[in-house]
Each structure stands twice: as structure tokens, then as C-alpha cells.
């Protein structure tokens, strides 16, 4: 898919996120085991030093950031899961035990509950919804993960990875000031570093 810049690049967004919605929904469908090969193909060896690690709970045809997960907490990080706490607000991260239950955040996603203890993370596995080669994520358009990773970073440096189908890659995704870039990318095929 190409980008072809328009006039207005929020509108541009909203009409992306739409085809990327249905691609999306087929790549789930035609692409089984993807989950578990983008969890086998992370090089550990690459990463920085990390001590936590958020993950997330997958919505509809999100790629599972399950595997992954697991293969990093038995590597001895500390899983969380991020917590919508509003539409506006930066996310929280608290602990993920997979013996607790989970509740539904203000979007209705399974996460920890508010009990459970808060984590810093620096290491993200961001959900994608399209990519680009330079690390450019287009997400679902409440900013939730650009609020939240521009907090992060501005206090000490954190590693972010896209987890996403190798099928959500479009040449060129359109950019705003508040976007956070991807350090890196993991889909099924393997690991882009991005420079
Ligand atoms: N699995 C997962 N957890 C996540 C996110 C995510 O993208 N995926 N988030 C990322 O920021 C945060 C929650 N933010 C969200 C913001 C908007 C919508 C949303 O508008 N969803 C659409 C339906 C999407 C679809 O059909 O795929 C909707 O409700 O209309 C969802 C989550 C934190 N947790
Ligand atoms: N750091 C920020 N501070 C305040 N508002 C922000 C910030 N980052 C993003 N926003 C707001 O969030 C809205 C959605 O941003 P955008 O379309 O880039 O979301 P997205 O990256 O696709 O989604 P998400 O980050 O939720 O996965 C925009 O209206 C933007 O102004």
C-alpha cells in the first residue's frame, strides 16, 4: 500500500486505519502461527538491558503478544499490561501475574486490576495497527501510545517494539509532531531495526 499525502493528515489517518482495519482482519485469518513465529524470531542478544516489559491483551485480530511475552518473562523481566485509564490520558502499566484475574479498563480491555502494582517499563511491545520501514506506527487514533511513550522517554530511555503482521507494512505512513516512532519491528518474518 502507498501513501499518497493528501491535504489533511488526520483525515488521511482516519481513512489508512479503515483499510488497515480490513487487512488486518484478513491477515488474522490467513496467517496462522504468527504469534508464536514473531515470539521465536526476537533477537534477545540485540535488545538493551531491559528489567520490565509491557505487553498487551489482544484485541479482535491484533497480532498475540502472548508467546512473546512469555518468552520474556522466562527470561526473568517483570510482565505488565498497559490500562486505559480515558480516552485522553496517558496509559498505566501495572504487573501482569497470570494467577490474577483481569478487568476491564474505560475501553473494556482485559487488564490488571487497580491493585495490582505499578510498573515502569523499558521495554514496550506496542500493538500496530500499519508500519513503516523508518518506525513510523499508526495506531488507533486515541494517541494513547504516543502520550504514553513521549512521558517515558522524556524520564530515561525505553525500548519499543512494534508487534504486527509482516503484511501491515505500507511504504510510507503519514506523520505528525506528537508521533512516536518504533525502535524496532517483529512481525512473523522476522526483526527490523529501524536506524
Ligand atoms: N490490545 C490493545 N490494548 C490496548 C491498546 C491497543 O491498541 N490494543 N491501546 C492502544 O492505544 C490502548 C487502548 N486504547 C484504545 C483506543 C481506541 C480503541 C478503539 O477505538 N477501538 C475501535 C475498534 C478497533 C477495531 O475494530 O480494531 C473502536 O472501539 O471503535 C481501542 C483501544 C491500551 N490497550
Ligand atoms: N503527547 C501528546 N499530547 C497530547 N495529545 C497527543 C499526544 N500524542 C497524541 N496526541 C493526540 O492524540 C490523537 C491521536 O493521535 P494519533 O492519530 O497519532 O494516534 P495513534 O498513534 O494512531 O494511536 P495510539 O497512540 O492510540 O495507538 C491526536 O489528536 C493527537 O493530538
Redesign the pocket.
Known sequence: MSYKPGVNL?TD?TAL?ARLRDRRRRLGAEVPGAAARAAALLPLERLPPFAAFSGYFPLGTELDPRPLMLRLAENGATPSLPVAVSRDEALEFRLWDPRDGLEPDSFGIPSPPAWADAVVPDLVIA?V?GFDRLGH???????????TL?NLRAARPVFVIGLAYSGQEVDRLPV?P??QRLDAILTETGYIEVG
Open positions: 488526520v489517518k486505519r500493538p495497527l506506527r499508526l495506531g488507533q487514533g486515541a494517541g494513547h501510545y504516543d502520550r513521549a505528525e506528537h508521533d
